[in-house]
């Protein structure tokens, strides 16, 4: 049997690039005479800007330094131990490039073996231990200190979380064993299940004091020693912590049951983490914490070993990575400042850019439209936003009453945008129309200012083809709805010149979004493989296929929402209007449902009527169907779309639409929620081997989403 020290060594040498975090340990009395104490502090010697994780030799590390304290605690020597973090960061977890590289199943089960048993040790010293949660705290960071006696937690604490089912894992050092039994299984199925998969939704310090799992909560700006005069109290046993009794019955199989539920509706049984995780916590209602530990490391290793996992890792990368440093993006130093915007129209999408704008770049922002009351209307829009805001104490009065001062309307777009920097379009998706207010724009903006377009399928360089400048237009292309999706295609037209590319990305930065830079081609990147999806879901119906068939058939790729449920929220005359675009531009593979025609036609706002609580379809909407004969079962539709996908993929990126594939996975997991435990969508493909039935080749070099070979 390998002792602790041996499997780290063996993992270490596996991953030579770990940025290594040390434990510092030192020794001081506590406040009220209380004793001798020794507290280890985590830090890999970087800024804050880089979190302190654990990968091998760190957990070796903070192994030796518990070597000390245990001898410490043994000898009499000190009273209490505690761990704590640098600077605004606790510990952010397992280092998840050392995970990347591991080729073999035993090489996984020593990692979740490894930090099982350093963290184990802290639950089993002869004193009382403490973790202090001083900053952001994630996945092992947690865990770490679930394994103390006592936590303590700070107020200005910022994100605290067990993200590992996210991104394809379970909490595998300890996690799912000891939370739910310190906190409640109901509770514990919510921070490990449900804010996961709700986009990894964080916890504030105030939260993670009311959910039970610290036992007191101080203030940011002397939290350790608030912290430290707290534990001198326990210790002295003046301050008694009371924990309440956890019910082992019904009520731990009801929380089980509602993992499942959540697991079921967001990821429909498509990706194996979340179910992994809620066996164990299951299986953790009889309180035997090392039988928990031992499915924790089997869980792991499976886990680590399996696609999910590595399209997880992946998917994280590309949005933490390249997300932040756009392909192809010209040099930031030709982008030009923008100190007052102009938005063509005052319609929703267009109130929704006015409001984007203001937050983010607090400059002056003025919409212009047809008539004084549409003006109105969006101006009074982002006014009861920023009310919203305000209400919520997003902002203070004081911010409410700048911001709003910043917005205006006018009718006039000389007197609107004479002095604008940059002036965006969101008008009727008509070219002759975009034109129009084009050259409106030009006739009066001064001659550096940028003229974008959010149009979701026209061709940008046939809208700036009659202007004098058409250099300085650009596609700039949001996801509805705007303050939630992170994407924006940036469209280079063909006379774009860099200084205006150079300033739509510094913009795109400054509005918090993911630019990716996309070729001038119809209905660039996110539109056209939707399109392709749906117009195929659309094709087996009108053939013959129930509905109710077609929608199932996609639902092991546990997308957020099903097909038509989708087309419902895009809108089915902007989904017809994109197939018409496509249909014409690529007449062999894009069709135009007639049955879709009917439905738009009908003034129909979807598919289904939602009288029962749950989507059910619409008598009316049946009675307009015209459908074959031709029916197919579920895996014959999933091969048609998948197959579709994969050829349409293939073509984009041989015609150079965006860079590579990943910039394709970075499209769809930014701006229309394909799952991070895909990848977006070539891993998947590649893992599937439809990529090389259809292409004959795969979309990725084998190991970048998948295990190295």
Known sequence: MSTTAELLKGAAELFPGEVVTQAHVRHFDLPLNAGRFALITLDNGLDHTKPTTFGPQSLANLNTAIDQVEKEAADGDIVGAGITGKPFIFAVGADLKGVELLKRHEDALAIGK??????K?????????????????????????????????????????????????????????????????????SVIIENSLNQNKQLKGKQVYELGIADALFEGADFLEQSLIWTASVLKGE???????????????????????????????????????????AAAKNGDLQQGYDAEDKALADLIMGGELRSGIYAFNLVQKRGKRPAGAPDKSLA??????GVVGAGLMASQLALLFLRRLEVPVVLTDIDQQRIDKGVGYVHAEIDKLLAKGRVNQDKANRLKALVSGVLDKAEGFADADFVIEAVFEEMSVKQQVFAEVEAVAPAHAILATNTSSLSVSEMASKLQHPERVVGFHFFNPVAVLPLLEIVRGEKTDEASLATAFGVAKKLKKTAVLVKDAPAFVVNRILTRFMGEIQNVIDEGTPVEVAEKAVEPLGLPMSPLVLLELVGPAIGLHVSETLNKAFPDRFTVSSNLKAVVEAGKRGFYVYDSGKPELDPEVAAL???????????????????AVTQEIGLMLDEGVVAEAQDIDLCLITGAGWP?????ITPYLDREGVSERVNGKRFLAQGLASVPA
């Open 239 to 281: 301050i008694e912590i009371e924990r309440p009794v956890i019910d082992r019955g019904e009520a731990w199989d009801q929380a089980v049951a509602r993992g499942r539920f959540i697991a079921d509706s967001k990821v429909h049984g498509a990706a194996p983490a979340a179910y992994r995780a809620l066996d164990i916590i």
């Open 336 to 341: 030009r400042p923008v100190t007052k915007v």
């Open 114 to 119: 490894g930090g099982h048993e350093v963290f």
């Open 625 to 643: 169907l015209k459908q074959g004969d031709s029916v197919l079962t579920e895996e014959q539709v999933r091969v048609r779309v998948l197959d």
């Open 676 to 680: 991070f435990h895909l990848g977006g």
């Open 121 to 189: 040790r802290l639950s089993k010293l002869a004193v009382p231990t403490f973790a202090y949660y001083n900053g952001a705290a994630m996945g092992g960071g947690v865990e770490v200190g679930l394994h103390c006696t006592y936590r303590t937690v700070s107020a200005a604490l910022p994100a605290f979380s067990l993200p590992e089912v996210f991104l394809g894992l379970v909490p595998g050092w300890g996690g799912c064993a000891l939370l739910p039994n310190l906190i409640g299984a109901d509770k514990a199925v």
